[in-house]
């Protein structure tokens, strides 16, 4: 009997009506056709921001562990609901915590990765005829704690249950019918596409397309499971992202071309100034972020003028308190003058593997943003894709600018 892994998204879960009308009949009407299912839920449309929000109204300043624990009941709600609706259908289902499931995490709260799957209770739940409902986003340490995974990690769930379950493939139901060449919210001409290789979607996702979560594609990469994204809510065709796409579904001429456009806007950016342009500089003050957790993304050093140089990088914006507070003692210490921050920068980049390699890529978006009176801040590029940052407030015209020069819309 062939297993199958889904998601339902925080829209997809977002009232009663729809728990019952849409994702617990999607899952029955699965079930009919003779496959075994678990299925993986969001919480229910901004449960998590809410709950972040009430947290605050305690305190500034929430300790990691209680969040944790507060943010996981989100999705144990949506669970328990969705198999409270398949049971009064008369599908038999039970619904499971992360932990219950099997996903045990590493100690890093608000972040933490999954360390082990053990889907014991899963597969004897199945084997005795259940359809299995799994609260996302949420795991368990050794010591018992609970865990998240990080905002928008259901997708990483769902992906690494059809990996630890061989199941054939995990299937994303979301609020689009699938993966567009830029945002369809931002871009209304934005194309869907058929398929897409996971080292672009990995790249779009990682630089801000927030209709997938970027661990869940690089667990796909890895355990090789094709991952196929579609609407809740239309049974429209969605887009597979897997491994075999040679030509990334395009013509075999046409490999070069930029696949989609994603932006960002959880850019915060750092520079020190005066920094003495001597070795291990660098070393002294990145290693102390990555040993915290934090993740530095673009990193420019200008040359150096009298041995003195700047150093600007950026990180997101909910890192950039912590980021400063290891920063600036530092800049002290190797006496850098002056530490600078701001947050009213964003990313947009263009995607497409191959792209590097073909000549005139780089060019082309420079002059498209600046036909679009957009200045560009600091750029950074990967084999298949290139990013500007830019102003903030900018990101509407510039994704659309960039949309329409490189002609993504329909073909
Ligand atoms: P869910 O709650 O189902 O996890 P998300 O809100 O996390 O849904 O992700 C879906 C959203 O991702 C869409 O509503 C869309 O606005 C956004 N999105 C951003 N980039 C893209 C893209 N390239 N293709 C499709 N959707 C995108
Ligand atoms: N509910 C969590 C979030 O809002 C996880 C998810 O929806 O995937 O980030
Ligand atoms: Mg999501």
Redesign the pocket.
């Known amino acids: 009997m062939p297993l199958i892994v889904q998601k339902?998204?925080?829209?997809?879960v977002g009232t009663a009506e729809r728990i019952r009308n849409v994702v617990a009949r999607r899952i029955a009407r699965r079930a009919d056709a003779g496959d075994q299912l678990v299925a993986v839920v969001?919480a229910m449309g901004d449960t998590t921001d809410e709950l972040i929000a009430l947290a605050r109204q305690m305190t500034g300043d929430p300790e990691p562990r209680e969040l944790d624990l507060l943010l996981s009941t989100g999705e144990i709600v949506s669970a328990a609901l969705v198999s409270l609706a398949l049971n009064d259908m008369g599908y038999p289902a039970v619904a499971l915590s992360g932990a219950q499931a099997g996903i045990r995490t590493d100690t890093r709260h608000g972040k933490a990765r999954i360390a082990g799957l053990d889907p014991k209770r899963i597969r004897s739940e199945l084997d005795a005829g259940k359809i299995v409902i799994v609260a996302g986003f949420q795991g368990i340490t050794e010591e018992m704690e609970v865990t998240t995974l990080g905002r928008?990690a259901?997708?990483t769930t769902a992906v690494a249950l059809a990996a630890a379950l061989k199941a054939g493939r995990a299937e994303?139901?979301?609020?689009?019918e699938?993966?567009?060449?830029?945002?369809?919210?931002l871009v209304p001409e934005?194309r869907k596409l058929n398929e897409i290789s996971y080292e672009e979607m990995l790249e779009?996702a990682s630089y801000?397309?927030?209709?997938m979560h970027p661990r869940a594609v690089e667990l796909g990469a890895v355990y090789r499971v094709p991952i196929y994204v579609a609407s809740s809510f239309s049974e429209a065709p969605g887009t597979l992202i897997h491994g075999d796409t040679a030509t990334g579904g395009r013509g075999m001429e046409q490999r070069n071309k930029v696949m989609?456009i994603?932006q960002d806007t959880d850019v915060a950016r750092i520079t020190i100034r005066g920094v003495p342009d001597r070795p291990g500089i660098a070393a002294t003050l990145f290693e102390p972020l990555g040993e915290n957790g934090i993740s530095v993304d673009t990193i420019v050093q200008n040359a150096s003028v009298e041995r003195l140089t700047d150093l600007t990088f950026t990180v997101s914006r909910s890192d950039l308190e912590r980021a400063l507070e290891i920063v600036r003692p530092i800049a002290q210490q190797i006496e850098a003058p002056q530490v600078l921050a701001d947050t009213h920068l964003a990313k947009v980049s263009i995607v497409g593997a191959g792209m590097t390699s073909g000549p005139g890529y780089a060019g082309r978006m420079f002059r498209a943003l600046f036909e679009a009176r957009i200045n560009i801040e600091l750029i950074t590029t990967s084999e298949i894709r290139i990013t500007c940052l830019i102003d903030e407030k900018q990101v509407p015209d510039a994704v659309r600018a960039l949309h329409k020069a490189f002609a993504l819309a329909a073909e």
Do not use: M
């Open positions: 339902y998204g925080g829209t997809s969001s928008g259901s997708d994303i139901y979301t609020d689009v699938g993966i567009y060449t830029a945002d369809p919210r934005a779009l801000g397309a927030k209709v989609g994603a």
